[in-house]
């Protein structure tokens, strides 16, 4: 009898991955792509190295760089401290694009500026830049993003692509999301260079076998951040959610290592670390987990995370804002982030200004409590901002979005939920729960209701309502991360369904309590399964959501 159930539980897990995988498939059929203009970019680097990562190890080779013309101008500058749309540097180049079109580097700690080779498409015709770990973009006079490999490497190696997007970096091309001075910049962490990154538990991970590439841009009212990532559809409907719920407004953004630095026009400061990997969404080649991973070690390779459950998975939900200490002086908004060693969270921040006037820039280590200044007398690039003594970030807020939604949580009798998916392996972010529905697994009412008001689909965590068959409200934390989409989407919500995953977790204070609260207690045991925190799969238009 025991072989005869054990068959059963077989027959109904194959079946059960069986339709989740044809609810997979109709998610890529079934969801409208959006029309995308695409004049495209200069024809004459279509492919390159930047499409097949990880790349060669970093090494700082200077063979080759002696063919490189040298420049004898004068409109180079005398040293790169700040990355800019024309000035650059990494641990072994520097690099400045100059009025002319003209790319020149040098390598760090020298003087003598060469004239960097560009193909015959794209000579004279950059008119910004920007460079982290091995790879440097230019953008063109359109806004078309060209990438430049091997930017740790010997010269002879360095090499262009206009390719960017799905799938996998090999769609024809993409524009910046918006391209204002001071507002976006490139962000790579690779396994050779960075290694590692940490979870909101301060677990290391390995950063996966290729890299994590991105260009975070500031859009809209300044509170919006457009990624625009090399493996995914080209439009703007990807964003990280800003500071302070989504709504923080800033002038300036940098970014390196997967790490965004931001600043709003009084000088209020954030950082943050995410990508689209390392935040829950790419559930086909990480392995997450929204309950703590105690007792388990990191495990020493993409590979091994993947495959070995008794190594620890991502904890989710993904690190939020940090907010950074006012600078003691006057500061512009040229904002910099370097990654200055392998390992995780070694960032060194800098902030262009002035001290007792002399010109220069502030810098800190990413969790450093206090600033340091380092004069240059270089004439400063950005612009100065009121850099109040005090907290002004209420002053600099967006309007919340107008998206007030609610949704009936499914029976936990139904034959497949989130926990469903991540328990049978099947990759959860792919799978929309209005597709379940359409291969005919339906989930009946719980009794339960999930109400979240203003919601925005680029936050991670905010502050939701579960209401009772008896009206008894009780408070929750509602998280959520973006959904794969292998095809253009939208911007927000729109009447088109948007797939999340989320988890819904019991603040603290209430799952401690719940012996005291009959309707908690009943709502933790009968439907969040005894746990504090349960993972969700969510759908969600401008007027309605879906949850399982």
Not at 27 to 34: D, G, I
Request: with cysteine; aromatic share 8%; glycine share 8%.
């Amino acid at each position: 009898m025991r072989h005869l159930a054990l068959s059963r539980n077989r027959r109904r897990k194959h079946a059960l991955r069986a339709a989740v995988a044809g609810a997979a498939a109709l998610t890529a059929l079934t969801l409208p792509a959006v029309p995308q203009a695409h004049a495209g970019p200069a024809p004459c680097v279509p492919f390159g190295t930047a499409q097949a990562p990880p790349g060669v190890p970093s090494t700082g080779d200077r063979t080759g760089l002696n063919t490189f013309p040298r420049y004898t101008g004068t409109h180079a500058p005398a040293r790169v401290d700040m990355r800019t749309e024309t000035t650059q540097f990494n641990r072994y180049w520097e690099f400045a694009l100059l009025d002319s079109g003209r790319l020149v580097t040098r390598p760090r700690a020298t003087r003598t500026w060469r004239t960097v080779r560009l193909p015959s498409c794209l000579s004279g015709k950059l008119r910004a830049i920007s460079l982290d770990d091995d790879e440097l973009v230019g953008i063109d006079r359109a806004g078309w993003i060209y990438t430049m490999d091997n930017v740790n490497q010997s010269p002879l190696l360095w090499n262009w692509t206009s390719a960017w997007g799905a799938m996998l970096w090999t769609a024809p091309g993409r524009k910046l999301p918006d391209d204002r001075t001071g507002g976006w910049a490139l962000s790579v962490t690779s396994p050779r260079d960075n290694r590692a990154y940490l979870d909101i538990a301060g677990r290391v991970h390995p950063s996966g076998m290729a890299k994590m590439t991105m260009i975070p841009a500031l859009t809209g009212d300044g509170s919006r951040i457009t990624y625009a990532d090399p493996w995914l559809p080209n439009d703007d409907s990807y964003e990280v959610g800003s500071p302070l719920g989504g709504r923080f407004q800033s002038v300036a953004l940098a970014a390196s290592a997967s790490t965004m630095f931001v600043t709003n026009r009084y000088g209020d400061m954030f950082t943050r670390t995410f990508d689209f990997d390392s935040s829950g969404s790419d559930s086909v080649f990480f392995r997450y987990s929204w309950e703590p991973q105690t007792g388990k070690p990191s495990a020493t390779n993409l590979m091994q995370e993947t495959w070995d459950r008794s190594t620890a998975a991502v904890q989710l939900p993904a690190p939020d804002w940090t907010r950074q200490p006012k600078i003691p002086g006057e500061i512009t908004s040229a904002l910099t982030v370097v990654s200055p060693r392998p390992g995780p969270e070694q960032r060194e921040l800098r902030v262009e200004g002035r001290r007792d006037g002399a010109t220069g820039f502030w810098h800190k280590e990413l969790h450093a409590k206090a600033w340091s200044f380092t004069p240059t007398g270089t004439p400063l690039q950005g612009t100065v901002l009121e850099n109040s003594a005090t907290d002004r970030s209420s002053e600099t807020l967006a309007a919340p979005k107008p998206w007030n939604l609610s949704a009936s949580l499914p029976s936990r009798s139904a034959a497949v939920d989130a926990q469903t998916l991540i328990d049978i392996g099947l990759p959860y972010s792919v799978v929309d729960p209005r597709l379940l529905d359409r291969v005919g697994l339906k989930a009946a009412p719980s009794g339960y209701r999930l109400s979240v008001a203003n919601f925005d689909p680029a936050v991670t965590s905010r502050a939701a309502t579960v209401t009772t068959r008896s009206g008894t409200r009780i408070p929750v934390l509602l998280h959520t991360a973006d959904g794969m989409r292998m095809t253009p989407g939208h911007v927000g919500l729109t009447k088109t369904p948007r797939h999340l995953i989320g988890a819904i977790e019991i603040p603290r204070d209430v799952y401690r309590a719940r012996a005291n609260d009959p309707e908690v207690r009943r709502f933790v045991d009968a439907w969040m399964r005894g746990k504090r925190i349960t993972p969700i799969t969510l759908s969600a238009t401008t007027t309605d959501l879906v949850v399982r």
